[in-house]
């Protein structure tokens, strides 16, 4: 049974249309990570949590945010994309930071037109 | 700073060869850890092993074996007699202790084809 899911699998919004992509676990870690993940790329680390504690990478643009409202959910948000947006978003968890292997959700496919 | 590189972008093997997924990475900490993932086509990263900087032992998981050498900064990954099943997106990562964060870094990834 899938522990990580995110919903929904593919996406298509409109340039600058906000959207919101959702993962929901099952293995109570402390730990959500959301990655990008652009064609032939490397993840990117956009953000992660530990437990309500809210940590944005350096580099994340301000137009990408998220929320954990409780452990088991944690949302990004992208409040107006662009095509540059486009890719694979990727939500993990871990029961720590990265000294634990990350349980990966099956991804989300972002397509902006 | 941390930096993991794969350089192979894309092997191409026949069914039943041995192939080597070559990782090399970059850190100051001494206390870091190493994985490797891989990513099917449908997708979802799986994880594959992780090591501590503390313990070079290599390891053998079935057809897999990991060869981590901290003298040059290498962490290998062995596919032994390969199966079209093995074709994915293999990525190696690490994770430093940076302010206290272990965050995990990925490489670009190399992309395995096994052909029957």
């Known amino acids: 049974d899938a522990m990580v899911i995110q919903n929904p699998r593919y996406q298509v919004t409109q340039f600058g249309k906000p959207v919101t992509l959702s993962c929901s676990q099952t293995?109570?870690?402390?730990?959500m990570y959301w990655y990008q993940q652009k064609s032939s790329q490397a993840p990117k680390l956009l953000f992660h949590?530990?437990?309500?504690?809210?940590?944005n990478e350096a580099d994340t643009p301000d137009n990408f945010q998220s929320r954990r409202p409780n452990t088991s959910f944690c949302f990004l948000d992208i409040r107006s994309p662009g095509l540059g947006d486009a890719a694979m978003y990727l939500c993990?968890?871990?029961?720590?930071?990265?000294?634990?292997?990350?349980?990966f959700g099956q991804g989300t496919r972002l397509t902006v037109v | 700073a941390q930096k993991v590189t794969q350089a192979q972008t894309e092997i191409s093997v026949v069914e039943k060869e041995d192939v080597t997924l070559d990782c090399v990475y970059e850190t100051r900490d001494t206390t870091y850890y190493l994985f490797w993932y891989k990513q099917p086509p449908s997708g979802e990263l799986v994880f594959l092993i992780r090591?501590?900087?503390?313990?070079?032992q290599n390891e053998i998981s079935g057809r897999y074996s990991w060869n981590f050498q901290k003298s040059t900064s290498s962490f290998n990954f062995t596919i032994t007699a390969s199966q079209v099943v093995d074709s994915a997106v293999y990525f190696c990562?690490?994770?430093?202790?940076?302010?206290?964060?272990?965050?995990?870094?990925f490489g670009r990834g190399t992309s395995l084809i096994v052909h029957p």
């Open positions: 293995l109570n870690h402390n730990v």
């Open positions: 949590y530990y437990d309500k504690d809210f940590n």
């Open positions: 993990a968890t871990s029961s720590n930071t990265g000294n634990t292997e990350a349980f």
């Open positions: 090591r501590n900087s503390f313990d070079e």
């Open positions: 990562a690490l994770s430093e202790g940076s302010g206290g964060s272990y965050i995990p870094t």
